[in-house]
C-alpha cells in the first residue's frame, strides 16, 4: 500500500484526507493519506526521516520546505513554493488547480483583465497561473502596499502586463477575509461590486464566502474556492500516480464528500 500525507501546523482542520480517500475509492487505489502535525522546529526531521511515497505541504512550511528538497520543478521554482512533494522533489499545484477550477467553471482567462486581491503565497500562485492563461493584465491590492509593489515587481520580471482597463473582467481574492468563523467579513464593499464582473474565492470554508453572496445578489458570476482545492489534490494525485486522474474521477461526488465535512 503507498501511504500519503498532508503536512502543516495547524493540520487538525485539512480536508486533504477526505479528498485523496475519496479518489482512492473511487479509482480503487491501494493508498492512504493521512495529516501530520508538523511544526516548524520538527520540519527538519521530518524530511530526514518520513517514509511516504508523496505529500502536500501547507502552511506555514510552504517556502520553508525548499532548501530541504533535493530539486524542484520548473513552475515551483519560479514561484517560490511549494505545496506538493515526491521523492525529494518540490511541485507547485496551486496555480494548476486555481487553472482547473476556472476551466470546470467554464469561463476563459485568455484576454482578460484581472485584479488579484492580496499578495501572499497564493496570489503568487495564482499570478503565475493567470500568465500561462495568457490574460491582458494584472493588478494587486493589498493591505500592506510594499507587499503588493514587490509582487507585482516579480510578475512584471517575466510578464509584460498590458495597461489594465478601468472596470476589470476577473477578481480573485486571495486574502483571508471571510473565511469561517469571521465569515461577515468581505474584501470588497457591496458598492464596488458590479454586475458584470466574475468574482473567484480561494476561500472554500464556507463553501459561499459572504462576498460571493453579495456578488451573486449583484448579478456577477461567482466561483468558490473549493474546485480549486479539489484540483490541486487531483494534480498532486496525478504527479505522485502518474497518469491523468482529474478526467477519470467524478468531481461532483467529491464535492459532495467534502462538502458533508464543511457543514
Ligand atoms: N482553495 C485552495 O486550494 C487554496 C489554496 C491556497 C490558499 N487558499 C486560500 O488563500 C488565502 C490566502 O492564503 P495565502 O497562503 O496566500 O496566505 P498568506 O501568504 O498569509 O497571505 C495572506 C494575504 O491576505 C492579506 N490579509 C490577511 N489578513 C487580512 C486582513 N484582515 N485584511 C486585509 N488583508 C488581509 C495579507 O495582506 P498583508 O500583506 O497586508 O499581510 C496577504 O496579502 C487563504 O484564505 C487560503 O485559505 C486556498
Redesign the pocket.
Known sequence: MKRFAVIGDPIAQSLSPFLHQEVYHQLGLDASFEKIHVKTNELHTFMNSNELDGFNVT?PH?QSVIPLLDKLNESAKIIGAVNCVKNGKGFNT?WI?FLKALEINGLDLKGKDCVIL??????R?IAFGLIQAHVNSISIN???QN??KQLLDWIHSFFPNNDPSEIPDVIIN????G?WPETE?T?MTLNEIKPNLILVD???NPIETQWLKLGKEKGAKTIG??D??IA?GLASAEIWFGGNITDKVDISALRAVLKQRLI
Not at 492580496?118 to 496570489?123: I, K, M, N, R, Y
Not at 486571495?174 to 477575509?177: A, D, F, I, R, S
Open positions: 502552511i510552504k496551486d488547480g492580496g499578495a501572499g503565497g497564493a496570489a500562485a493589498n493591505r500592506t507587499t503588493a486571495c486574502t483571508p477575509l473565511m467579513s474584501p480561494t476561500i472554500y474556492g473549493l480549486m482545492f490541486q
